[in-house]
């Protein structure tokens, strides 16, 4: 959910029958979002979320569409009974700054989330998911693998069977080449909670990093479908996979579902654009790198299939080029700038080799 956009998701859902006109939808979905965090908030014990986790699911809620568990307080109650030495709403603050962030501001907003991260570490330190946020602002803000790693060590101490910290400690895992690890700790979350939907995408899409297709497609044809389908990237990820194969018509073919799912997202189009480079159709993927390449600046390119897309085309430049923007704005994505195959042809440039040392990554 953390890498497709808040704006994005928000267009999606506002397309769907649920939300009526598109402005009565968003002004609908912010409300719930402010309502989600005013009663993690709540001064009383018994008026807040009963834990992290329940907490979580009502976001989950709030980014699938369906009705949340939290309701609007009257305003005299807003103003008087918010509770500031809470550490738990502190950390949920810090990953609700961190839900998809709109290009112009994720900077700032990172920058907030690390803050509350650390405030909810100063109220309470013993919190597992304090320093699970804190250890997701270091590894998709600040690129401190080192430091974030020893973060979320702390956290599964502190809280072994939470398969958030698992899952989340994986990024940095995949991130530097440690795929047998961030395996591993992805199989711990889906042990815990079998029935999630977004450990087993994830679990799929580390099996793609680390180059083990045929595995990532059998587990991806594992997840539930019909629980997932609406987010579109379990389609998105073997497409992928069957690309790196060389199987492009099932490539095409479940990538043409992300993009209807997805509502024509950005992510879903510039997949396609790198299957199109990478399977010879080089025309058609400069008509579709041109057709993104005209969003309007507030809209989440995917930067990162750009640069692949150009990389795999020999324009080395223009990969270049999109993987300084994702530096810049300091986009999520490149963290996988080690690992993600189809940067494979710009891993001799020595450009590239600086932008990874940058990050704090080695070649």
Known sequence: MERYGY???????????????????????????????????RKEPQRRYASVGK??????????????????????????KIDSNY????????????????????????E???????????????LAEAHMALGRTLIFFDWDWIASEKTFKQ?????????????????????????????????????????????ATGLGYALYLARRYDEAIEESLKTPFEVDSAYHQVYWR?????????????????LEKAL????????????????HAKSGNRAEAYRVLDEISRLPKNED???????????????????IERLEKLYEVRDAPLMHIKVDPMLDSIRSDPRYEELLRRIGLTP
């Open 301 to 319: 390119a995917p930067l990162m299939m750009m640069a692949g897309t150009y990389a795999c085309l020999g324009d080395k430049d223009k990969a």
């Open 155 to 199: 956290a599964i101490v502190l809280s072994p069977n939470n398969p958030d910290v698992h899952y989340w400690y994986s990024h940095n895992l995949t991130a530097q080449g440690r795929h047998d690890e961030a395996l591993a700790e992805l199989r711990r979350a889906l042990e815990i909670d079998p029935f999630s939907s977004r450990f």
């Open 87 to 110: 550490a738990l709403a502190y950390s949920g603050l810090a990953h609700i700054q961190m839900l998809g962030i709109n290009p112009l501001v994720r900077v700032a907003r990172m």
């Open 7 to 41: 704006t994005g998701w928000r267009r999606y859902l506002c397309r769907t029958p649920m939300c009526g006109s598109p402005g009565r939808g968003r002004r609908r979905l912010r409300g719930d979002l402010d309502n989600i965090l005013l009663m993690a908030l």
């Open 55 to 80: 907490f979580s699911d009502d976001i989950q809620r709030h980014l699938e569409g369906l009705p949340v568990i939290a309701r609007k307080d009257a305003l005299a109650y807003r103003t008087i």
């Open 112 to 126: 907030k989330a690390r803050a509350a991260a650390l405030k909810a570490l100063e109220i309470d330190n013993t």
């Open 238 to 254: 073997l497409g992928l996979s069957y690309a790196q194969k060389g199987v492009y018509s099932e490539a095409f073919s479940m």
């Open 260 to 275: 209807v799912l997805s509502g024509e997202m950005p992510l879903a189009k510039g997949s396609l654009a790198y299957v």
